[in-house]
């Protein structure tokens, strides 16, 4: 399986950047997933190759026009259907549970990122686009949000992780955070490994991960708890 996906920026020069890197850099090589940039701002028809104007109402900023940006959105969507999330923070905020499903799309994904004040409301309606967010702060542009959700979600494809056992234990898998980690050496600055890591006995060994993550998932994230001790479905997966 390929994921397939198209960022429309004004700034493809920062792309792959960071996903060029490490295991997502050689999934890229091996083809478990494809990236094209695609730069607004060569559908821009003026000579200074103007993308975006003031906006209507009054305020600071621009905004990157409809028309120059349905020109690129045609562009990438005559090459088949494909799934437009729109880059926000006036979007549904990600998640580990939209990972999953991202990464398992059979559609091609295609991040549309704005920058300045955002992007014609009516081109993002006209086109369907999902507004997505990657937190509850404010961001210059889409691109950098684009590149972490990609983070979260190309590790999950299939055959990019070696060890695809470690995706279950992992912080927000079962809707717990993770349990402390430790490796050599035993002692550190005084500082022992817990002891219990060094009995071999992997029932106790997974009961008192287990504990630990229940604990620290009640001190930092209560949201979390209660969802997990009310044994609600879990809202990540
Ligand atoms: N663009 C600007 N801020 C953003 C955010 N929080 N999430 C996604 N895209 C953004």
Redesign the pocket.
């Known amino acids: 399986m390929t994921l397939d996906v198209t960022v429309l920026t004004l700034f493809p020069e920062m792309f792959p950047g960071a996903l060029g890197h490490s295991i997502l850099g050689t999934a890229l090589d091996k083809k478990l997933w494809t990236l094209n940039t695609v730069d607004i701002r060569t559908f821009a028809e003026d000579k200074h190759k103007t993308v975006d104007d003031t906006c209507f109402g009054g305020g600071p900023g621009m905004v990157l026009r409809p028309d120059i940006v349905d020109k690129a959105l045609t562009a990438v969507m005559e090459r088949g259907k494909a799934r437009l999330l729109h880059?926000?923070?006036r979007?549904r905020v990600f998640n580990q549970g939209m990972a999953q499903e991202l990464a398992a799309s059979p559609l091609p994904l295609v991040f549309m990122c704005?920058r300045y004040e955002g992007i014609d409301q009516r081109v993002l309606e006209a086109w369907d686009a999902e507004d997505?967010?990657?937190?509850d702060?404010?961001?210059t542009?889409?691109e950098v949000?684009t590149m972490t959700m990609l983070e979260a979600i190309v590790r999950l494809i299939p055959g990019v992780l070696g060890d695809e056992t470690s995706l279950e234990e992992e912080s927000f898998a079962q809707g717990l955070l993770e349990y402390p980690q430790y490796t050599r050496p035993r002692e550190w600055h005084g500082r022992e490994v817990p002891e219990i890591l060094l009995s071999g006995h992997h029932k106790n060994i997974a009961a008192w991960r287990q504990k630990e993550a229940e604990a620290i998932t009640q001190e930092r994230r209560p949201d979390l708890w209660d969802r997990y001790s009310n044994k609600q479905p879990n809202p990540l997966t």
């Open positions: 880059l926000t923070p979007g704005g997505v967010s990657l937190g702060f404010v961001l542009g889409g949000a």
